[in-house]
DNA sequence: GTATTGCTTAATGCATACGTTAATTGAGTC
DNA sequence: GACTCAATTAACGTATGCATTAAGCAATAC
């Protein structure tokens, strides 16, 4: 299938997106939609479209007269999100053990777990949250339902930003890939219940951890 | 707080809401941007970016040239949509009973459970829908996630079409409200645990039952 | 009869223009 | 100096025009 060019709008949107988590559109900033358009060279229109997708997303919010803000997070919305990602992903990975995918379906978690164990030993932490990035994203997927999946989407991206922030302020994490060889483990051999336990206890633990850094580093919007 | 006159997208975006639960869009039909700007008396811009903000929220879809079309839904969507449902209601349950809310907080959803004895003793199956979902938006509102709040209410819109259809083909709901009384009751004591699972099971009974009916009628897309 | 090519049509995506109106500034008053 | 109110500004929401280009169709070749 041909992927026609993507318009304006699309390059429009992947280019805020790409702003807002490199941070040079700062968390809790206004920017007019005219001052977006020149910034991008095109006019208001597909920027205005674009603005509107990620408000659908939940990253920025139209005020109007003031422009597109980008919404900072509080450690409340962190455990909003993250609550939400818990109990959908340890629901997907119950899915996906029970869906009895054949080892080499399998197999992009476990490079992306391998990567993660690489990426610890290079110290590479950027590295790291690719890897990690990645095996929750594949895990999702193999669940095997596309509501989940978007919804996932969303919320990571929502977290994007905070997670980049604490990514150096957190102890390494030298245990999470125990966590997430036996989430894999009890999926490869179709125990969901474990999955599912298992997924949800290393997201609650990872959530708790988060939340407590930004609140003792007093960060209270990100 | 004063708000704003709606604009012209927001009544775009309502009355192309109204027009798709009401059928005057049927699933599977495709609509010029043009067309539904004439039906609705405005310019191609408000009714594009209507379209956008129901694409987002999965009602529609955008294909160029082609139109909006408006989302069918086959039992595999009814099945995902619920799964969700039934996984962030029932957490919102929990959180609702860990909440400790005092019983006038609790005073909605009594409500609408007597809303929905009455509709049943009057055989009004309309009034006990809507009733129904007032019960399912209030839980998940006690529940104090935004986040969930939203994707709830993405969902229950993405699969009202289907509950329309099946309302009159499905036996009369009255154990539901058995279901009802007891995970308010369970808020009200403050057992989580018990609210959770009561939901969860509630939410899992009503998808299975759901989804069979539309596959037994053999509606492939409704 | 089938496939290919070129033409026609028209829907979209974008740019642009403009009216409305919220926010701001400044003068004037107390 | 603080406050009120009018005038100014400019950002948004909407309408409109147009170039692009995909889809449909007809004509032609095989």
């Known amino acids: 299938m041909a992927l026609g060019a993507p318009t304006s709008a699309d390059r429009a949107t992947s280019a805020l997106r790409d702003l807002i988590f490199d941070g040079e559109l700062p968390a809790g900033s206004d920017h007019l939609e005219s001052e977006l358009a020149r910034r991008l060279g095109m006019s208001r229109t597909p920027i205005r479209e ?3 997708r990620l408000a659908a997303q939940g990253l920025i919010e139209l005020r109007p ?10 450690p409340r919305d962190m455990r909003e999100i993250y609550e939400v990602l818990t109990e959908l992903e340890s629901l997907a990975a119950a899915r996906a053990a029970r869906a009895g995918h ?7 978690l476990a490079a992306a777990i391998d990567d993660m164990d690489r990426a610890l030993n290079a110290g590479d932490r950027l590295a790291w949250a690719e890897a990690d990035d990645r095996f929750h994203v594949e895990l999702v997927r193999l669940g095997g339902n596309a509501r989940i999946v978007s919804i996932a989407a969303m919320m990571s991206d929502q977290v994007r930003r905070a997670r980049r922030v604490t990514l150096f302020m957190r102890p390494p994490p030298v245990r999470s890939n125990d966590d997430h060889r036996a989430v894999l ?10 999955a599912q336990r298992l997924h949800h206890a290393h997201r609650s633990h990872a959530s708790k951890m988060l939340t407590a850094l930004l609140e003792t580093h007093r960060l209270k919007r990100v």
């Open 50 to 52: 674009a603005a509107l």
């Open 65 to 74: 007269r003031k422009g597109v803000r980008i919404l900072p997070l509080a």
């Open 185 to 194: 483990d009890a999926i490869a051999r179709g125990d969901a219940d474990a």
């Open 102 to 108: 054949p080892p080499q379906a399998l197999a992009g």
